[in-house]
């Protein structure tokens, strides 16, 4: 079905107004995809804090104008769909390979991050990387380790104190006693 021009344009607003925070994107197709497993699609995307819209190629090109993913939007050919994300765009790529796993009717196209076009196999390589969670708290390990480990050594001299003292005294060693020379 034709869309005129006016719902043309309201369209085009609307995908504008969702596209100029994003600042990744999955771009991909599918074919013979049913309505559940578009609707799963559509679930794992939002839990991975994305947005996933089918595009018209024309429309989506003009709407990203100005957008940080405006590169991967233009010049789509064919059946064409895109997951886009403000937030951890490892999380998205991740929701969406685990999902393409199980479902061969999708197949990624490309991708962008933070402005930077990315093709097929580094979506891929994208969904295999730590997230960001994962990765700040392997930064306060390494940022806490030696933290942790110079309190220890600051302990031990006084913990090392005490069971020198101990075994002293369980020995007699502090019985008043002087041995006579």
């Given at each position: 079905m034709a869309l005129s021009k006016a719902k043309k344009t309201e369209k085009i607003e609307q995908l504008t107004k969702e596209l100029e925070g994003?600042?990744?994107?999955?771009?991909?197709?599918?074919a013979k995809l049913t309505v559940a497993q578009d609707f799963e699609l559509r679930k794992t995307v939002r839990a991975a804090g994305g947005r996933y819209r089918v595009l018209k190629n024309k429309l989506?090109?003009?709407a990203s104008k100005g957008s940080q993913i405006e590169e991967a939007l233009q010049?789509?050919?064919?059946?064409?769909?895109?997951?886009?994300?403000?937030?951890?765009?490892?999380?998205l790529a991740k929701a969406l390979a685990?999902?393409?796993?199980?479902n061969a009717q999708f197949t990624f196209k490309l991708g962008i991050v933070d402005g930077k076009v990315i093709n097929v196999d580094?979506?891929?390589?994208?969904?295999?990387?730590?997230?960001k969670e994962e990765i700040f708290s392997k930064l306060l390990f390494l940022i806490n380790a030696p933290a942790q480990r110079l309190a220890t050594v600051v302990n031990a001299t006084g913990r090392d104190l005490a069971v020198v003292i101990n075994q002293a005294v369980e020995q007699n060693k502090f019985s008043g006693e002087q041995a006579s020379a």
């Open positions: 994003s600042t990744s994107a999955i771009v991909g197709t599918f989506a090109a003009r010049g789509l050919k064919g059946v064409s769909s895109v997951a886009y994300t403000s937030g951890d765009p490892v999380a685990t999902w393409v796993e199980e580094e979506v891929k390589a994208l969904a295999t990387m730590p997230g």
